[in-house]
């Protein structure tokens, strides 16, 4: 392990590893982020492992675990190169063709490609749709990159801005470059991030620390897990950049503990950083002197608002406190603190490497550069994606995203996660930035986008978030604490068919409370799922209250299933399939739901056929009574019964 | 925690509903509003704690804010607006009651807080609908089995005082949360009961919750706020003089609380101020005269106690009579005493009780600095860069004023304890000496050497201020620190970086307790103590001074009125000028009475014949007194003992006259406390049966002997005290009232001292360092002191259920290998003697006390510590078991 003492010895060590570097050796890059993890991809690659030796092939090819590429949807993802043939959901069982074909025989094992429609065969990853339409800035390098190697990171550049900064760059210079880049916080409130540096870095104190927030916890959102699993490094480097500008030589990253491999791999690259220099005392020999500690958090979504976090790192219950003094001013030990979510460190060392006017080349007036999204609930092709700031919603959502499965209609998207709101169908083609969102009525939020369909009830979406909050509320305050929970009351009331005419107006009436008087942003923001499901879906609402129905005919309560007599085949596969054996019926007999038995799962629904369309999910209707038992299906009209 | 004042800022302007006014740069906009009667309402504030933020009930609308700010929380700004109650901000408040009643027991019929409670009083301010959201109550919990607090855990707010007053102020931790969200509870950790989580009943949750959910457990003549008649008063056990809200109904005593920012005390009390007063209410207390054992009407007893003074007077002379006085004695009480003895009955023989332990400590102050009294006070403490705390254990002893140095260590102050045992303090303080019994000298010759070693002594100071240098530095001049160390048993490193620590602070605080006068050397441990402040420039300045800590809530006022043979008001005795004055005052030859004894000389002059008469007022020297089978043969030889009391005390056994006397809830005077604050005592309850109040019984026995005193209360007696003693000149009870004035107060106009031996030329005397005289020791040796439950001999609180519920009767602490040696069990009962004497006590296993040293408390009456104490030392002690 090199010791690196200054920018000209990391620089050299890099060409090194460059002239190293065998052009055109074969290697396999295997994606190892979380979905492809899920996906099996420690099996893939032991199966790689294995067929490269029985193929005579193991010390002619490399194995390359990365990041995640982001289109988890089809994991686990193999890229091998420099062909760069990209393979999709590969398994195990597929390894010993993809290396005589691709590895062997230099050929492209077709069914492992991905497949568009009107092209056909796509083998390049960057030609799949999913990836036309982004800007992968930051996570871009994230599938060339072995995380727990630092030499693949330097390799392709890393650490170059860190250099840069400390020697041809004043902790000021640094500063201002990133206040000129107009760089907001991607952790959800937006704050200018050179104004926030600027803060800590004057406040008097000398103690200051900077702070990576890992806290990352809304439903369905894995941006920052992903960089820190696939790019520590990275963050690091950003890291080290901020600490230099503002002038902390401690850092800590605070690091959910349900994120184990984001903590391995950031362990393992922390050590590493320390070994090469870059890291500890004088870091690259510069004098400047810093070194990161992890702190695991306990699982407690709140901890990812600041004083919370910072109360953690001391040790305390992860419970906010009254921001009087701003954590940038009085935080960690009542030291001065800048914290900045992971992809805000993440994108510093862009900044600083292409230098401000690069960046704000990017994205719109208020927004600069790009944004990581992830891309998840009723859409086709889920993952994380990196666009521009300002690319309309309807892109990422169709383009991107390829559009709602089964062909349903679109009915919203969740942005922000449960601090934010829908985006209705109307207002789909809003442009994805800080401003637009947050006049749309929702927010940018840490990046969750959360596709809903025509199958989804707004008023159990609400519901949703509200039990999510109000369990992760940390009881502190009593307008989060109790109002929350009254909230959850009754949307759950709605969702039931046990609400009361007027409850609309109550919940609105609770949430003005909870948003005006709670003390952190969960809970000041926690009425968003509510009110803009309001004031885009009240119909909904109001159907749920006033007709005990459920337009969606989603909110078990308030659906029933029922076999229409007239068109039921008497094909037996409801009968078979229900689970609570509600379903009472014989060959050529009309089939019964016994409505006091049936859970309402709605597999009878799904699973009649189409032809017949026998079974009706009824809401907000009287169940016809059924008819008796044993009458026989009634003679098809044209005669071609089966 | 400094007193309300200018901090010589400059004001700022802001608009507050409407109206411009003024404050000062850092106050909050509650501070602020509450300082101009504008009432914002909280739930989660208490001035002790730092903001909270929770209750959301402060919230105010400020001009230009993104939402309502907490009150409680934001610091004002020059120019803001603030509306604190506008129909918006109502309507939230209204809604966060709603939003807590709607699962809260609402069992105020049978709640302690009734009457009290913020809640409901706030619910019915703010106009709230019962429960608009539906109720959910939750199932009833408490009160659980701990003798003094209960906790209703259904009742609870969640708005944390409770969990943070034990964390912020007592340094404890008793109370926590417990889930999250919805589901948040608090309760002690894995809800054990309190008295397994270090809970030391002091009571401080109950003060602060601003519900029922912790409270003082219910007792049978329990009364709701609007029932009892509440007082202010001071408490009248230790020398801290804190303020008590004395809540009584139907002429009894049946409730003591605090008053936030009230008092030195600011609201915090301990166990025995909160909870130990059912003493006044004793199945024995004695509130009749008696005359040789029987009841007698008060003009019998006195004729009686006048007859039996007059002859001995007649016979051997006035210096044949002397006085002991107990440290809870009125300043007024004391003052008359005096005057009865120098006056009317001719003797200086008066002195108090504690004066025998501080004997040593006294004289040594007197010798070095002029002055015995505590220099400065809690109020500066916190401006203290280290505090040296020396054979003082102040959590048991002074539990609040402990609470100061308890805050100093939360902000990271090097707090320096130097005591045998691990005392709390010990267990918190960057530094514990461990020390050898009898050597604290070595420590602070080491401490000193090292100082002077590394050249930290503040020598302008010494050349300018004090003297006596240059024998001190003779004293030292062969002293090896590491020699020193090792004599004392503590380690040199840490010895050395405690010295450097006390050295480099800007300011420094000693305390000296009662621990280092259990030594032979106690007068030059005290000199040295001294010695060292001098070196490091430490007195008479904010945060530095000697606290040389009193053992009762009038020590220090007893001292000043006179009660020392030594001592007249406000003077020596030597200092003929006041003496002079005295004497034209009181119309009475001063210079003509012999030179009285003190309480440590007594036991000898009346076994040597030459005292015959002794009246004791609220003293219990059969007890108090070391070798209790010689001092119970002294008192028994007597030709007269009067003992004025409430109860049946072990000297009152063989009183020839009991004068009933007042407890200090049914007294009426002043106290002046450790610090040199001066506070009333004012009667809660009417004097019980036919006891009367101490200083109308002194004004009896005087006239009874031939005076014609006429003093209608404690006021006029004040008044004329205020004519004499030139440091009380100030002093009135309209200034008294609610101010803190610390004497001297010399004027009128003056609000006190604060600090004394400012720098103003006088000199200061260094006393040379003794070498320490360690003995070695062929078995135990015999630690005693106060633990917090009960005070001095226990006479009232082993008479109180509210200290008798937690510690019942002394337990001999053990150290774990000692007692596996002696193969003593926790509880199991020892022989403790020494020589003939012997006590009989359970044993306490803990490692709070170091191996070779056993610790008893002398609180106990069945096993009296003072016979195992012979005048001085640490005594050797056998142990064994029974």
Request: aromatic content about 6%; proline content about 5%.
């Amino acid at each position: 392990m090199p010791k690196l003492d200054s920018g000209a010895a990391l620089e050299s060590f890099r060409q090194s590893l460059q002239a190293a570097q065998e052009a055109q050796r074969p290697c396999v890059t295997i994606c190892s982020g979380t979905g492809c993890h899920a996906s099996r991809s420690d099996k893939v690659n032991a199966a790689f492992v294995e067929q490269l030796q029985a193929q005579g092939l193991a010390d002619k090819v490399d194995i390359k675990r990365t990041g995640c590429h982001g289109f988890c949807e089809l994991g686990t993802i193999v890229a091998i190169l420099p062909q760069e043939v990209t393979y999709l959901q590969v398994k195990p069982e597929d390894v010993a063709e993809v290396v005589t074909t691709t590895l062997v025989e230099g050929g492209v094992v077709e069914r492992l490609v991905y497949h568009d429609a009107v092209i056909g065969a796509i083998p390049r990853e960057d030609d799949i749709p999913f990836y036309k339409p982004q800007t992968p800035l930051v996570f871009g390098q994230n599938r060339y990159i072995d995380p727990c190697d630092i030499d693949s990171y330097i390799v392709k550049g890393g650490y170059a801005a860190l250099a840069k900064a400390l020697f041809s760059m004043s902790p000021d210079e640094v500063l201002n470059e990133v206040k000129a880049s107009e760089l907001r916080g991607r952790g959800g409130g937006g704050f200018p991030t050179g104004a926030k540096w600027k803060t800590t870095k004057e406040a008097a104190d000398p103690v200051k620390y900077v702070v990576v927030n890992a806290d990352e916890g809304d439903p369905g959102a894995f941006m920052d897990r992903s960089l820190l699993e696939g790019n520590p490094h990275r963050v690091i480097e950003g890291l080290i950049i901020g600490a230099y500008a503002i002038g902390a030589h401690q850092g800590y990253v605070y690091v959910r503990q349900e994120y184990p491999i984001a903590v391995d791999n950031l362990t393992v690259a922390l050590q590493q950083a320390r070994e090469y220099g870059l890291l500890g005392d004088s870091v690259l020999g510069s004098g400047f002197s810093f070194d990161i500690a992890i702190h695991r958090g306990a699982g407690a979504f709140v901890s990812g608002e600041s004083s919370a976090l910072m109360a953690a790192i001391e040790g305390h219950v992860g419970e906010p406190r009254p921001k009087y003094v701003r954590t940038a001013v009085s935080g960690i030990y009542g030291h001065p603190t800048n914290l900045n979510n992971v992809e805000t460190w993440a994108t510093v060392p862009l900044i600083i490497e292409n230098g401000s006017e690069w960046f704000r080349g990017i994205g719109t007036e208020g927004s600069k550069g790009t944004k990581i999204f992830s891309l998840v609930g009723k859409v086709k092709n889920t993952g994380l994606v990196e666009v521009p700031m300002g690319i309309p919603l309807r892109q990422v959502v169709f383009d991107i995203g390829g559009g709602i499965p089964k062909d349903r209609k679109f009915k919203a998207v969740q942005t922000g996660g449960p601090s934010g709101g829908v985006i209705p169908e109307k207002m789909i083609d809003v442009r994805v930035d800080f401003d637009d969102l947050s006049a749309a009525g929702s927010m940018m939020g840490s990046g969750g986008l959360i596709v809903m369909d025509e199958d989804t009830c707004m008023v159990d979406t609400a519901r949703y978030y509200l039990n999510f909050l109000s369990e992760e509320s940390c009881g502190k305050c009593v307008p989060c604490r109790e109002g929350i929970y009254q909230m959850l009351g009754l949307l759950t009331a709605m969702c039931e068919g046990t609400s009361q005419p007027g409850d609309i107006e109550r919940l609105e009436e609770i949430s003005g409370v909870v948003k005006d008087f709670s003390l952190c942003a969960l809970g000041t923001t926690a009425p968003n799922p509510v009110l803009s499901t309001l004031a885009h879906f009240r119909d909904e609402y109001e159907a749920h209250v006033n007709e005990k129905r459920c337009p969606a005919g989603v909110c078990k309560p308030l659906v029933n299933y029922y076999i229409d007599p007239d068109k039921c085949r008497a094909c037996m596969l409801c009968f078979k399939e229900c689970p609570a054996a509600a379903i009472t019926g014989a060959r050529r007999e009309i089939h019964i739901i016994d409505q006091s038995k049936c859970t309402k799962c709605g597999a009878c629904f799904d699973v009649c056929p189409s032809r017949y369309n026998a079974v009706a999910r009824l809401s907000g209707v009287p169940v016809p009574e059924p008819v008796a038992a044993g009458t026989p299906v009634s003679p098809r009209k044209g005669g071609d019964d089966e | 925690m400094s007193p309300a004042g200018s901090n010589g800022q400059e004001m700022i302007t802001l608009t507050l509903n409407g109206r411009e006014v003024q404050a000062q740069p850092g106050q909050t906009i509650l501070e602020v509003a509450r300082g101009e009667g504008v009432d914002i309402p909280t739930l989660c504030y208490d001035t002790r704690l730092e903001a909270y933020g929770a209750c959301r009930m402060c919230l105010v609308e400020v001009e230009g804010a993104r939402g309502p700010m907490a009150a409680c929380g934001t610091k004002v700004t020059a120019g803001m607006k603030v509306e604190t109650h506008t129909p918006k901000i109502a309507k939230l408040r209204k809604f966060v009651l709603e939003l807590l009643l709607t699962n809260h027991p609402l069992d105020c019929p049978v709640c302690e807080a009734a009457g009290e409670c913020r809640l409901q009083d706030y619910a019915y301010e703010y106009l709230v609908d019962m429960t608009p959201w539906g109720w959910r109550p939750p199932s009833q919990q408490g009160p659980g089995d701990h003798p003094n607090i209960a906790h209703y855990g259904s009742r609870c707010i969640l708005c944390g005082r409770c969990v943070r007053i034990c964390r912020e102020v007592m340094s404890i931790g008793c109370w926590g949360y417990l889930n999250r969200g919805y589901d948040s509870e608090v309760d002690t950790p894995y809800r054990l009961p309190l008295q397994e989580v270090g809970c030391v009943s002091c009571g401080q949750c109950v003060s602060t919750c601003p519900v029922g959910a912790i409270a003082g457990q219910r007792t049978p003549q329990g009364a709701r706020a609007w029932q009892t008649t509440q007082t202010a008063t001071t408490c009248s056990y230790c020398a801290d003089g804190c303020r008590l809200m004395v809540h009584s109904f139907r002429d009894k005593v049946v409730r003591v609380a605090s008053q936030e920012q009230k008092g030195v005390n600011g609201g915090n009390l301990c166990i025995k101020g909160r909870f130990a007063h059912q003493y006044t209410e004793a199945a024995d207390r004695v509130t009749t005269p008696k005359v040789a054992g029987a009841d007698a009407t008060w003009d019998a007893a006195l004729k009686a106690a006048a007859e039996k003074i007059a002859a001995i007077k007649q016979a051997n002379g006035g210096q044949a009579v002397a006085a002991l006085l107990g440290t809870n004695v009125t300043n007024e009480t004391a003052y008359l005493a005096q005057k009865l003895m120098r006056t009317v009955v001719g003797s200086n023989s008066v002195d108090s009780i504690d004066h025998a332990d501080s004997l040593a400590v006294e004289k040594a102050l007197i010798d070095t600095l002029g002055t015995d009294a505590i220099t400065n006070s809690r109020y500066d403490l916190a401006e203290a860069g280290a505090i040296l705390v020396l054979g003082a254990n102040l959590s048991d002893s002074d539990p609040v004023l402990a609470l100061t140095v308890v805050e100093a260590l939360r902000a990271n102050t090097p707090v320096i304890v130097v005591d045998p045992r691990r005392t709390e303090l010990a267990g918190k303080a960057k530094y514990h000496l461990a020390v050898k019994p009898g050597a604290d000298l070595a420590v602070l010759r080491a401490m000193m050497r090292h100082i002077l070693d590394l050249k930290l002594q503040d020598a302008a100071f010494i050349a300018a201020d004090t003297t006596g240098f240059a024998a001190l530095e003779e004293s030292l001049a062969g002293v090896d620190v590491a020699a020193e160390a090792a004599i004392a048993g503590v380690d040199a490193a840490l010895l050395k970086a405690a010295a450097v620590d006390f050295a480099q602070a800007a300011a420094a605080a000693v305390f000296i307790g009662p621990g280092i006068d259990q030594g032979t050397q106690g007068y030059w441990t005290a000199g040295a103590a001294v010695s060292l402040a001098l070196l490091t420039g430490n007195v008479g300045r904010p945060g530095s001074g000697i606290y040389a800590v009193k053992a009762g809530a009038n020590s220090q006022g007893l001292i000043d009125m006179g009660v020392r043979p030594d001592q007249v008001p406000g003077a020596r005795l030597a200092d003929s000028d006041a003496v002079a004055k005295l004497e034209a005052a009181w119309g009475s030859d001063l210079t003509s009475v012999a030179a009285g004894v003190n309480a440590a000389e007594l036991v000898s002059a009346i076994e040597s014949g030459s005292i015959k008469a002794l009246y004791v007022i609220g003293a219990d020297p059969a007890l108090a007194l070391p070798d209790d089978a010689r001092t119970r043969a002294a008192l028994a030889k007597l030709e007269c003992l009067m003992v004025q009391d409430s109860f049946p005390t072990d000297t009152a056994a063989s009183a020839g006259v009991f004068l009933a006397s007042a407890v200090a809830f049914e007294d009426e005077g002043s106290f002046t406390n450790g610090e040199r604050f001066v506070q009333r005592v004012r009667s809660a309850a009417p004097v019980a049966g036919s006891s009367m109040q101490d200083w109308a019984i002194v004004q009896k026995l005087a006239n009874a002997l031939g005076a014609d005193w006429v003093y209608t209360g404690p006021a006029d007696v004040m008044r004329e005290i205020s004519e004499l003693n030139a440091d009380y000149r100030g002093i009135t009870y309209a200034k008294i009232d609610e101010a803190k004035v610390q004497v001297p107060c010399v004027a009128d106009d003056c609000d006190g001292t604060p600090i004394l031996l400012t720098r103003d030329g006088k000199d200061c005397a260094f006393m040379p360092a003794q070498p320490a005289e360690v003995s070695p020791g062929a078995a135990y040796t015999l630690l005693t002191g106060s633990v917090k439950e009960h005070h001095a001999t226990g006479v009232r609180t082993r008479r109180s259920s509210g200290s008798t519920g937690l510690v019942a009767d002394a337990r001999l602490e053990v150290n774990p290998a000692d007692a596996a040696g002696l193969g003593i069990a926790e509880g199991g009962k020892v022989r403790v003697s020494a020589g003939v004497a012997w006590v009989e006590v359970e044993a306490a296993v803990t490692d709070r006390v170091p191996a070779g040293c056993v610790f008893l408390p002398g609180f106990s009456a069945a096993a009296p510590a003072a016979r195992l104490l012979a005048a001085g030392g640490h005594p050797q002690v056998s142990v064994a078991k029974i």
